[in-house]
Nanobody
Framework: VQLQASGGGMVLAGGSLRLSCVVSGRPSSRYAMGWFRQRPGKEREFVAASTWRLDSKHYADSVKGRFTISRDNTNNTVHLQMNSLKPEDTALYYC????????????????WGQGTQVTVSS
């Protein structure tokens, strides 16, 4: 399984970016996909997830109302539309597949992409 992320870049605060991730090597799209990020000096954290069943979406509180996750099951692709970006959104963003959630509510993935850098300047 391989994940290829793209769409990162530099943007001014208040701007928008759209990340995309293509998953290959899977016979179907029946799995949860999502995004995580690692901010400078911080641990990697959950950003958003899209489940296959019911196509439900989940977001970290810090991005609710600003980020939107979507998926294209035909092409095994997941997107992250990021609007109203803030300097604190600066991070290396990773896409992941086969996401699971613990009873405590923590998300984790089994397969990871290489990361794409997002830099938001004030």
């Amino acid at each position: 399984v391989q994940l290829q992320a793209s769409g990162g870049g530099m943007v001014l605060a208040g701007g928008s970016l759209r990340l995309s991730c293509v998953v290959s090597g899977r016979p179907s799209s029946r799995y949860a996909m999502g995004w995580f990020r690692q901010r400078p000096g911080k641990e990697r954290e959950f950003v958003a997830a899209s489940t296959w069943r019911l196509d439900s979406k989940h977001y970290a509180d810090s991005v609710k109302g600003r980020f939107t996750i979507s998926r294209d099951n035909t092409n095994n692709t997941v997107h992250l539309q990021m609007n109203s970006l803030k300097p604190e959104d600066t991070a290396l963003y990773y896409c992941a597949s086969d996401l699971t959630r613990t009873l405590r509510g923590d998300w984790s993935g089994s397969y990871w992409g290489q990361g794409t850098q997002v830099t938001v300047s004030s």
